[in-house]
């Protein structure tokens, strides 16, 4: 696996840039993971619907193809896209979200954080508040767009939106967490858990 480190990027030329990758790989190409910091803006999933955003303000809004409904990235917020070829990793779209999900939940763990799933709620949640949100978009059984991780974001951008479409739903961050890591710091611990969980699964 190819691992970038993108730095502050715009929203919509890393999307397009994902959509190329996917687009231009073959079966021989390797699969990478993107980190990402970008620029306040509000993204719609394929099935999200407008009034989830009750206040965008001065934020730009864009509808993109991955799934889910509305939500936020910005600075402080370390985004992780997986741009995985499935059918060779020998795992499903299900099994992708659950590692993206356990590589947050084995980050903080390390931290002595307990963070977990809720049913029916992609994501990873430390005491009923969103940490991480997860989104993908797969084409030619091949993924992209990934997991948004809140290190030291400003949450009041939550409040202007339904986050994935769950009214109130209250986010937090690394920084209310004990966890004091810059970006930097966070992406090389996380990186560390992504890759270990996007391994494919032993042979028999």
């Not at 970038?4 to 030329?13: C, K, Q, W």
């Amino acid at each position: 696996m190819r691992i970038r480190d993108l730095g502050r990027a715009e929203y919509e030329p890393t999307w397009r840039a994902m959509q190329d990758f996917t687009a231009g790989r073959n079966t021989d190409t390797p699969d990478e993971l993107w980190f990402v910091e970008h620029p306040p803006v509000f993204t719609l999933g394929l099935a999200g619907r407008e009034e989830h955003v009750l206040d965008a303000g001065g934020t730009p809004v864009v509808r993109i193809d991955r799934g889910g409904q509305v939500t936020w990235h910005g600075p402080g917020q370390l985004v992780a896209y997986a741009l995985i070829d499935l059918r060779r990793a020998g795992y499903g779209v299900k099994s992708l979200v659950q590692r993206l999900e356990q590589s947050v939940i084995d980050l903080l763990a390390r931290e002595r954080v307990t963070a977990s799933r809720a049913p029916g709620m992609p994501g990873v949640y430390v005491n009923g508040a969103k940490v991480a949100a997860v989104g993908l978009r797969v084409a030619r059984g091949c993924s992209y767009h990934g997991i948004a991780l809140n290190v030291s974001a400003e949450l009041g951008a939550f409040s202007r939106i339904n986050p994935c479409g769950y009214p109130g739903l209250a986010a937090t961050r690394l920084a209310d967490l004990g966890l004091r890591d810059t970006l930097p710091e966070v992406r090389v611990k996380w990186q560390r858990t992504l890759v270990d969980n996007l391994a494919p699964p032993p042979s028999p």
